[in-house]
C-alpha cells in the first residue's frame, strides 16, 4: 500500500459542500458533495439558499447548514475508504464575498471541540449571526451608494479596492449588518469569508484564520495598489459610516490578517478531524480561497489565457499581468502567489513572486436567457436551438443586421441592465421591434449579443497588460513542455493567431495565408466549464467572437484514453493549492518559494512518465488538457466589425432602461 501524500480540496459553494482527493502527481482520485437542498432538507433552501421577505433583495444561507454539511462530507469520505490519514495539505475554495460572523466565545468554543461530538452540535454558540449572506443577495443598494459618494465617486472605490461597490460584495453587506443589527455587530468578534471559514474550521485550533488576499479583493475594503496593500482606512470609515477612530480600529479587528502569501501553513489539521477520522497531525492547512479563482488554479492559466464558466451565471476571467481597475470588471489578486509583504505583514524582506492579477466579468444573465430562449422558441430542445445557430450563422462580409439584449434579471454589467430588447434592420441602422421577422433567430442573436459582450469587455482587459517582472530568486525555470504548437492541424481546426495589441496582423488557414484587419486584442486561449460548455455549436460560436480557441480538462485512463473530465474544477484547484503549500512546507533553501505553476507542471511532467514512460508523447493533453474547438478567422473577422454596433446598441438599451425607471 502507497505511503505517498494526498491532497484534499474543498469547495463550499452556494448549492452544494465538495470534496476532491488528490494523488502527488495531480490525478483526481475521488470526490464527494453534500448537496444542501437534498442532503440537508432541515435547512430548507431552495438551491441552497433562503429569501427575504419579497422586495427586500435578501439571499441567504443558514451557517450551521455548512457547518452540518461538513460533518457529512468527512463521515462520507470515511465511510468511501477514503485513506484520510495520508492527506497531507487542505485548502478550501468558497463562493466569493460572502461573510460568516463569529461571536466573542467561537475561539474558546473551536479550542474545546469534542472528537466524539459532531461538530454541528458543538458550534452553534460560535456564530453571532445565523446567516451567510449569499452572493444572489442584492439588499445593500444604500450602502453601495453611501460608500461610492463617501470615498468620492464609484471610480475612487474601484481604483483603491479593484471594483466600484458591489451589492453582494462583503463592504457593503458589513454595513449593512451593522445598521440593522447594531447589537449582533457588537456581539461578532471576527467576520469570515466562506473561504477562511472552513480554513478555520478544519485547523478548529481556537484561531479564527486570516483571510487569502485573493479573497479580499472581493470586499471593497482591502486596497490593492502597491506597498499600500491593506484594510483601507477611507473604506473602513465608509463601511462604519463614521470617522471616529475606535470604530474604524474595531472593524479593522474584527477583519483580522490577510494572508498575502496563498501557499503558507496557516494551522496544522485540527486534532477533531485527527481523532475522529484517523487523520494525520502532520497534514498542513493553507490559506483557503474564492470559488471562481480556485477553478482558474485548476487550470493554471497563463497571462491572457480566459476560462469562461457558463454555469448558472456566466463568469469570463482572464490573467492579466497589471492592476488596471475598471468600473465594469473586477480585478483580483492571483490566488496562488507569495506576493511583497503588505501594510500589515512583518516580514518585508520576503522573497517574493511580484504581484500578479485577474480580471473578473460576472453576469448574472447566463444560463437563463439561453434557456429561456431554447423553451419558447425551441421546445425546450438544446439541438432545435444548436440547429437555428447553425442555419444562421454569418458569412464572410456578413453586416449586424439584428441583435437582442435579454436581461430578464437586473444584470451586473451593465449595472442594473434589465428588460427585453430586439433591433433588426439594415446594419448601421437597426430599429428596435417587438419580434423578429425569423423568430428562430433569437437563438444565435442571444449567443451573439452575450459573447460579444465578452469579447469587447474581456479586450479592455488586454489592452495595457504586460508581464510583471519575477524576482529573480523564484523565475520558474522554462517549462519542460515544448510549445504549444502542431495541435491545430491535428485537430482540423484554425490557428489561433497570436494576441495583438496592434492593428493588423495574419490569420493563417492551413496553407493559405489571408489579410485581415484585427484591431481588438483577444484572448490567446479560452478554458470552458460549466453545464453549457457541455454544448459545441455554441461552444463554437464563441470561439469565432473571442477569435480565441476553445479548450478543455481532460483525463487519461489506461482504458478508454484521454477524455473530458467530469470532475469538480474548483475543489480541484483548491487542492493544487494544497500540493503547491506541501512542496514548499517539506523543501528546503529556494525549494521553500516555488511558484505555484511551477510545481504543477512538476506534477503533471510525472504523471506524464508514470503513464506513458518517458517516451511519452508531449502535448496539450499530456498537461491535461485538449482544444475542442478553434476559431473560423472569416466569421471571427465579421464578429470584430460588428463590435461597435453591438456597443451602440447596448448603450441605447441601457438608456431605455433609465427612462423607463
Ligand atoms: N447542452 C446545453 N446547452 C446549453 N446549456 C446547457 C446545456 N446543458 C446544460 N446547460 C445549462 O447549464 C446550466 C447549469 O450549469 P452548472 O454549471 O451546473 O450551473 P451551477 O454550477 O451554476 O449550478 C443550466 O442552467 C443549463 O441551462
Ligand atoms: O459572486 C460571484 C463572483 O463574483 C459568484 O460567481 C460566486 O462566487 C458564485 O458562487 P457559486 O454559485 O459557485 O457558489
Redesign the pocket.
Known amino acids: 500500500m502507497s505511503s505517498a501524500p494526498l491532497f484534499l480540496g474543498l469547495d463550499s459553494s452556494t448549492?452544494s459542500l465538495k470534496a476532491s482527493l488528490l494523488s502527488t502527481d495531480l490525478d483526481v482520485l475521488a470526490e464527494h458533495a453534500v448537496h444542501f437542498d437534498t442532503d440537508l432538507p432541515e435547512y430548507q433552501t431552495s438551491n441552497g439558499v433562503s429569501y427575504g421577505p419579497d422586495g427586500s433583495g435578501e439571499v441567504n444561507s443558514p451557517v450551521m447548514m455548512v457547518v452540518q454539511a461538513l460533518d457529512l462530507l468527512f463521515d462520507r469520505m470515511k465511510d468511501a475508504g477514503w485513506e484520510l490519514d495520508r492527506v497531507r495539505g487542505i485548502s478550501a475554495a468558497g463562493q466569493q464575498h460572502a461573510s460568516v460572523y463569529w461571536s466573542h466565545e467561537a475561539p474558546t468554543i473551536l479550542s474545546l471541540l469534542d472528537p466524539k461530538k459532531t461538530l454541528h452540535s458543538q458550534l452553534s454558540g460560535a456564530f453571532s449571526r445565523c446567516v451567510i449572506p449569499n452572493w444572489q443577495d442584492s439588499s445593500t443598494s444604500e450602502d453601495c451608494q453611501a460608500i461610492e459618494s463617501f470615498l468620492g465617486g464609484p471610480e475612487v472605490v474601484a481604483k483603491i479596492t479593484g471594483s466600484r461597490a458591489y451589492e453582494r460584495f462583503t463592504g457593503p453587506q458589513i454595513r449593512r449588518f451593522k445598521r440593522l443589527d447594531p447589537n449582533g455587530y457588537g456581539a461578532t468578534s471576527r467576520v469570515s469569508l466562506v473561504s477562511s471559514f472552513i480554513t478555520t474550521l478544519m485547523c478548529a485550533d481556537g484561531e479564527i484564520k486570516g483571510i487569502d488576499e485573493s479573497d479580499a479583493c472581493g470586499m471593497n475594503l482591502w486596497a490593492m495598489n502597491g506597498s499600500d496593500r491593506g484594510w483601507d482606512k477611507r473604506c473602513l470609515q465608509a463601511v462604519v459610516g463614521s470617522e471616529d477612530e475606535e470604530e474604524v480600529k474595531e472593524l479593522e479587528r474584527k477583519l483580522g490578517r490577510v494572508e498575502t502569501d496563498g501557499g503558507k501553513v496557516v494551522g496544522k489539521l485540527g486534532k477533531w478531524f485527527q481523532e475522529r477520522y484517523t487523520m494525520s497531525g502532520v497534514c498542513c492547512v493553507f490559506p483557503g480561497t474564492g470559488d471562481n479563482p480556485a477553478t482558474f488554479l485548476s487550470l493554471t492559466l497563463k497571462e491572457r489565457e480566459g476560462m469562461i464558466s457558463?454555469?448558472?451565471?456566466d463568469v469570463l476571467l482572464v490573467s492579466v499581468g497589471q492592476y488596471l481597475p475598471n468600473l465594469e470588471y473586477h480585478s483580483f489578486f492571483h490566488p496562488a502567489q507569495i506576493a511583497p509583504p503588505s501594510s500589515q505583514d512583518e516580514d518585508k524582506e520576503r522573497t517574493h513572486e511580484g504581484l500578479r492579477y485577474f480580471n473578473m466579468l460576472v453576469y448574472k444573465n447566463g444560463?437563463l436567457p439561453?434557456?429561456h430562449i431554447r423553451d419558447d422558441y425551441f421546445d425546450g430542445s438544446?439541438d432545435k436551438f444548436n440547429s437555428a445557430v447553425e442555419k444562421h450563422r454569418p458569412k464572410s462580409g456578413d453586416g449586424m443586421e439584428r441583435m437582442g439584449f435579454w436581461w430578464l434579471l437586473p444584470d451586473i454589467i451593465p449595472s442594473g441592465a434589465h428588460g427585453t430588447y430586439k433591433y433588426q434592420g439594415q446594419s448601421g441602422d437597426l430599429q428596435l421591434v417587438e419580434e423578429f421577422s425569423d423568430p428562430s433567430v433569437n437563438a444565435i442573436t442571444i449567443l451573439h449579443s452575450q459573447f460579444l459582450n465578452y469579447r469587447s469587455r474581456s479586450s479592455a482587459f488586454l489592452t495595457s497588460s504586460s508581464s510583471p517582472t519575477p524576482s529573480p530568486s523564484t523565475s520558474p525555470p522554462s517549462s519542460p513542455f515544448p510549445p504549444r504548437r502542431g495541435i491545430f492541424a491535428s485537430l482540423k481546426t484554425h490557428p489561433t493567431p497570436k494576441p495583438t495589441q496592434s492593428s493588423t496582423h495574419t490569420l493563417e488557414e492551413g496553407d493559405n495565408k489571408k489579410k485581415t484587419s484585427v484591431g481588438i486584442p483577444h484572448l490567446s486561449r479560452v478554458y470552458a466549464t460549466?453545464?453549457?460548455a457541455?454544448?459545441s455549436t455554441?461552444l463554437s460560436v464563441l470561439s469565432d467572437v473571442l477569435h480565441a480557441p476553445i479548450c478543455k480538462n481532460v483525463e487519461f485512463s489506461p482504458t478508454s484514453g484521454w477524455t473530458s473530465s467530469n470532475w469538480n474544477a474548483c475543489s480541484v484547484g483548491a487542492a493544487y493549492k494544497a500540493k503547491w503549500g506541501w512542496e514548499r512546507h517539506v523543501g528546503v533553501g529556494e525549494r521553500q518559494n516555488v511558484g505555484f505553476d511551477q510545481v504543477v507542471r512538476e506534477a503533471r511532467m510525472a504523471r506524464r512518465v508514470t503513464r506513458l514512460g518517458p517516451e511519452g508523447r508531449e502535448g496539450w493533453e499530456e498537461e491535461g488538457i485538449t482544444m475542442v474547438v478553434g476559431p473560423d478567422p472569416e466569421r471571427a473577422e465579421v464578429y470584430e466589425s460588428w463590435v461597435d454596433d453591438w456597443k451602440e446598441l447596448e448603450r441605447r438599451s441601457v438608456r431605455s432602461v433609465e427612462v423607463n425607471a
Open positions: 448549492q457558463l454555469g448558472t451565471s444560463s439561453r434557456s438544446w460549466g453545464g453549457a457541455a454544448n455554441l
